[in-house]
């Protein structure tokens, strides 16, 4: 017969292992679905030149910038829509 601070200890560390189960399939359950969304839509205002696919966008205060496939970021403004800066990654 087992003691019952034994039987206790036992049926905790039995229910923290179903609760971290559970949480380790939640956290990649999260990762999975929030890796699979789609890029959000650019702004009807922003034109991307012809040939060029966005890769990421981000915004901030008052501009947008957006990663285009052939490695450059254009940085547009948010109110008027016209492109402020171009930056060449290399």
């Given at each position: 017969?087992?003691?019952?601070?034994?039987?206790?200890?036992?049926?905790?560390?039995?229910?923290?292992?179903a609760?971290?189960?559970?949480g380790?399939l939640?956290?990649?359950?999260?990762?999975?679905?929030?890796?699979?969304?789609?890029l959000?839509?650019?702004p009807?205002r922003?034109?991307?030149?012809?040939?060029?696919?966005?890769?990421?966008?981000t915004?901030g205060?008052?501009?947008?910038?957006?990663?285009?496939?052939?490695?450059?970021?254009l940085i547009?403004?948010?109110l008027?829509g016209a492109l402020?800066?171009?930056?060449e990654?290399?």
């Amino acid at each position: 017969m087992e003691p019952a601070n034994l039987r206790f200890l036992r049926r905790l560390v039995t229910l923290l292992t179903a609760v971290m189960i559970c949480g380790v399939l939640v956290v990649i359950g999260l990762l999975v679905t929030r890796l699979n969304r789609d890029l959000p839509p650019l702004p009807e205002r922003i034109s991307l030149p012809e040939g060029v696919r966005a890769q990421a966008v981000t915004q901030g205060a008052g501009w947008y910038a957006v990663v285009t496939s052939d490695d450059r970021i254009l940085i547009f403004d948010s109110l008027s829509g016209a492109l402020r800066q171009t930056v060449e990654i290399e």
